[in-house]
C-alpha cells in the first residue's frame, strides 16, 4: 500500500456533497445552521482564511495556549471563530513534535504567543482501544468541510515502510460507498481525506460531549479516489503523557471525554497490528 500525505489539493472527498449539510459556514464565518456538526462547540476547531496557504493549515486547541497539529503540515498562525462570533487569529510561537517509542512521529504541539480569548480547548478523547474502533468519526478538511466515517482500526503507521519513518499512532477508516463497493459507510456523509487536509481534525462524540481524536496525518494512495482507499489521523490518546508535560509545563491544563466500551464487545481482528506503508516522495 502506498502512503501519499496531505499537500496542497483539492478538498475532502464526499460520498454524496451537499453544502447544507457538509459546510461549516453559510457564508465567511457565518454559523451554517444545517450543519452536521451545528449546536456544538466548534471554537476550538480552527478554520481556512485562505485554503492552500500556509496559514490555512489545521490544528485543534487543546489549552488556553497550545493546538495540537500535524508536524508535516503545521501552521504559523491559527485561526479560530470565538463562542462570541469575532475571528481571532494566534501566532504559534513553537512547535514540539511528540515521538512514537522514542522516534519522531508526525504529531505536534504548537505553542501560541499568547492566550486565548472567548474560544474554548477540545478536550481529548480516552479510553479502551475497543471503545474506538466501530465508534463514528467526524473529520473536517480543509475548506472548512466536514463529513462522518467510522473507525475500522487503531494502529501504528509507518512510513516507506521503515520503522524510523515518522512513527504514529493512528486511527484508520476506509472511504466506503455504494459507488465504489465499500461497506460498512455512513451514507452520503462518508467523508475520505485527500491531499491539503493534513493537521485538520478528527472529533469524536461521547455522551454528547465533543472530543478531538487527533490530526490528520495521511491517506492510501489510489489510482482514483472514487475507489476504496483508507484515511489515516493520529490518535492523540496515545500522546497524552508528553502533551500534559508540555502544557502544564506552560502553566495549563487538558481537559478528557472518556469513551466508554460498548455493552457488547466485539475483537477486531488485527486491530493492533502494524500498518505498514511507504510515502511517495
Do not use: C
Not at 463562542?83 to 505553542?111: F, H, K, M, P, Q
Amino acid at each position: 500500500m502506498a502512503i501519499l500525505w496531505a499537500a496542497p489539493a483539492e478538498a475532502a472527498l464526499f460520498s454524496a456533497y451537499n453544502a447544507a449539510i457538509h459546510e461549516r459556514f453559510s457564508s465567511g464565518t457565518t454559523s451554517n445552521p444545517t450543519f452536521l456538526l451545528n449546536g456544538f462547540d466548534l471554537s476550538g476547531v480552527a478554520f481556512d482564511t485562505t485554503p492552500g496557504t500556509i496559514d490555512a493549515r489545521g490544528a485543534a486547541l487543546i489549552s488556553q495556549q497550545h493546538v495540537l497539529g500535524a508536524w508535516h503540515f503545521r501552521p504559523s498562525t491559527v485561526n479560530f471563530v470565538g463562542t462570541d462570533g469575532v475571528v481571532r487569529s494566534y501566532a504559534v510561537e513553537s512547535w514540539t513534535r511528540l515521538t512514537t517509542g522514542g522516534i519522531n512521529s508526525d504529531v505536534a504541539i504548537g505553542r501560541l504567543a499568547s492566550e486565548v480569548t472567548n474560544v474554548n480547548p477540545l478536550p481529548i478523547a480516552i479510553g479502551a482501544d475497543s471503545a474506538f474502533i466501530g465508534h463514528e468519526l467526524y473529520a473536517f478538511g480543509q475548506s472548512n468541510q466536514a463529513g462522518r466515517n467510522i473507525i475500522d482500526a487503531i494502529g501504528t503507521l509507518y512510513l516507506n515502510g521503515d520503522p524510523s519513518d515518522n512513527p504514529t499512532v493512528v486511527t484508520a477508516y476506509d472511504f466506503d460507498n455504494p459507488s465504489n463497493g465499500g461497506t460498512g459507510g455512513v451514507g452520503d456523509d462518508e467523508i475520505g481525506l485527500v491531499g491539503g487536509d493534513s493537521g485538520y481534525q478528527s472529533l469524536i462524540v461521547s455522551d454528547g460531549q465533543l472530543a478531538l481524536l487527533g490530526a490528520h496525518f495521511a491517506v492510501s494512495e489510489t489510482p482514483n479516489y472514487e475507489v476504496n482507499y483508507t484515511s489515516f489521523s493520529s490518535f492523540a490518546r496515545d500522546y497524552v503523557d508528553q502533551i500534559n508535560t508540555i502544557v502544564t509545563g506552560d502553566g495549563q491544563s487538558l481537559s478528557f471525554v472518556v469513551v466508554p466500551e460498548p455493552a457488547s464487545m466485539a475483537i477486531f481482528a488485527g486491530a493492533a497490528g502494524l500498518l505498514l506503508a511507504r510515502r511517495r516522495r
